[in-house]
């Protein structure tokens, strides 16, 4: 379960008519924090990144399935997301358990600075020059001036 403030600041962002993705970082930063704090660990920053997003779907961000990415991952996404339309009975304490537990047993470095640079360097990598582009220019509309 998310934690109070984090659910508060991605309601807000809401509120402020900020995309659901915006919405959804929120609950990736607060997995990284927990990552860092060593709650828990993670295989990869994209584990981390998929547990905050899964996260943010189930909290009832409005965050579509990927267009692209494996079937199980679409699939799993989508589950998530009707999960967050709908108020859903309690967990099972046995299932959640057994996933903390296997999370305990992965590694720390996975929310480290260089990491997270390595992560976001590759993401970038993928898009086009002009898609980048299109990014700053809006990203420096919203700049206060």
Not at 24 to 30: L, N, S
Request: positive net charge.
């Amino acid at each position: 379960m998310p934690e109070k403030e984090t659910l508060e600041r991605a309601e807000e962002d809401k509120k402020e008519g900020k995309a659901p993705s915006t919405q959804a970082g929120e609950f990736v930063r607060e997995e990284i924090e927990h990552v860092r704090e060593g709650k828990h660990g993670a295989r990869s920053t994209k584990q981390a990144i998929a547990i905050g997003l899964s996260k943010a779907r189930r909290a009832g961000v409005n965050l579509p399935p990927p267009k692209k990415g494996s079937k199980k991952t679409r699939k799993q996404a989508a589950r998530d997301l009707k999960k967050g339309k709908k108020k859903t009975a309690k967990k099972s304490a046995k299932r959640s358990r057994a996933t903390s537990r296997a999370l305990k047993r992965e590694g720390h470095s996975a929310a480290s600075k260089r990491a997270l640079s390595r992560q976001a360097h590759a993401a970038a990598r993928k898009r086009s020059a002009a898609s980048r582009s299109r990014s700053a220019k809006k990203a420096a509309k919203t700049r206060k001036k």
